[in-house]
């Protein structure tokens, strides 16, 4: 397998304060841990480049990305939300590079210069609704690629899978009720975002998982809720919102994953693209805020994405 490996310096950027989990630490915990192991040189590494306005115009409204550049401050903090996204000057720069390094990821694999693509990048996206920018989320990237796809290549049924331990509430936003667009989304619950829990969109299917819920159970409702949905829809596409924070040493979150269950999601996910889509998938960086846990899920992530076993 020929794997992709997008970021880009300036996502190291934005930044919400030194106590905030949302931090460029992240990426560099990730960077860190996969040249350790030997996994980051056997992957093919290339910059994003910025989402254009039109990209982004494809699942926002104008009037989102205005009240976005509105915001941004000449220097300092500002807040976005309820107090736990915030903006410095060079925010939405990371974000637009975020939602690009997608973009590209999309271009690799229709192009067949990569099989599969994991951009490791901030800040995170799935949270970013249609006109709403929130849970340290500016615009959503996962749902930019997805449009770009369609747009660039004629996507036809695009799969997205969100594994992060809060539910995708702006993708959900986005693509709700969108035939050719299915949704995948484990999540502990009942839990931040506190919208779409109970969501009844034919295209969405959730998996709520309670407090404690370790890896049999994690692995049996993946197999029981998303298997059936991805074999009837048979994608031409899988996009993976990969986050990391229901990881059992996660401070966000009360789940109890390992490493060795981001790796057989991972293996899921491309069982099905191989299966109907090509080998195409792309993966984006969601949560995930114990650096350590962080470094040592991305290493599972990327392994499987390489076609290699976890045996840690």
Known sequence: ??????????????????QHPESPLRLEAIRARLALAGVLQQTMQSEAKPATDEQLLRVHPARHLHALDKCVPDDGL????????????????????????VVRGIDQVFRHQA?????????PGHHAEASDAMGFCFYNNVAVGAAHA?????????????????????????FKDDRDVLICTSFQYPFYPWRYLRSEHHNVVNTPLEAGCDSIAFRKAIED????????????LVLLSAGFDAHREDPMAELN????????????????AALYADNRLVS??????????????????????????WAN
């Open 1 to 18: 397998m020929i794997t992709a490996y997008i970021t880009h310096p300036r996502c190291l950027d934005h930044h919400m304060g030194p």
């Open 115 to 123: 099989d599969n693509v994991f951009c490791a990048v901030r800040p």
């Open 150 to 174: 369609r747009e660039q290549y004629g996507a036809r049924r695009i799969a997205i899978l969100d594994f992060d331990v809060h539910q995708c509430n702006g993708t959900i936003d986005i």
């Open 257 to 272: 994953l390992d490493e060795a269950d981001y790796h057989w999601v991972t293996r899921l996910a491309m069982e099905i």
């Open 284 to 309: 984006v960086l969601e949560g995930g805020y114990d650096p350590d846990a962080l470094g040592r899920c991305a290493e599972a992530h990327v392994k499987a994405l390489l076609g290699q076993p």
């Open 78 to 101: 500002v807040t976005i939300d309820d107090g736990d996204t915030l903006m410095n000057p060079h925010s939405l720069d990371a974000a637009r590079v975020a939602a690009g390094a």
């Open 225 to 236: 809720d998303w298997l059936p949905a991805l074999h009837a829809f048979k994608p031409d």
